[in-house]
């Protein structure tokens, strides 16, 4: 993975944001690696997002072979919830920032 302090450093920069509720670091196999929301949201965010991720990187590829999937962004009511699969080289790990959009700005 990515230097560790390149981590933490992004962490704080994103949780300086208003409105962030949460950030989780997920493997490829829907495992947090880092996160700074409780274990049973944790685990519920990763296992459902990973799955997305890959029903979403499939549907982009079906439509055009030599396309990927980069960013992912799903608003609700309530929350909105940004996926980056690409935040580092290898691509093994996917960024999840979760945000109350009605705290924004």
Same mark, same amino acid.
């Given at each position: 993975? @990515?230097?560790?302090?390149?981590?933490?450093?992004?962490?704080?920069? #994103?949780? *300086? +944001?208003?409105? /962030?509720?949460?950030?989780?670091?997920?493997?490829?196999?829907?495992?947090?690696?880092?996160? @700074?929301?409780?274990?049973?949201?944790?685990?519920?965010?990763?296992? #459902?997002? *990973? +799955?997305?991720? /890959?029903?979403?990187?499939?549907?982009?590829?079906?439509?055009?072979?030599d396309?990927?999937?980069?960013?992912?962004?799903?608003?609700?009511?309530?929350?909105?919830?940004?996926?980056a699969?690409?935040?580092?080289?290898?691509?093994?790990y996917?960024?999840?920032?979760?945000?109350?959009?009605?705290?924004?700005?």
């Amino acid at each position: 993975m @990515t230097d560790i302090a390149a981590v933490d450093e992004t962490f704080k920069r #994103l949780q *300086s +944001h208003k409105g /962030v509720l949460g950030i989780i670091v997920i493997n490829v196999d829907g495992i947090a690696i880092r996160t @700074t929301f409780d274990n049973d949201l944790t685990v519920q965010y990763a296992a #459902l997002v *990973s +799955h997305f991720c /890959v029903k979403a990187r499939s549907a982009v590829k079906k439509l055009d072979a030599d396309n990927d999937l980069k960013f992912l962004r799903i608003r609700s009511k309530k929350h909105e919830i940004m996926i980056a699969p690409e935040f580092e080289k290898s691509h093994e790990y996917y960024l999840v920032v979760v945000q109350d959009p009605s705290r924004e700005s």
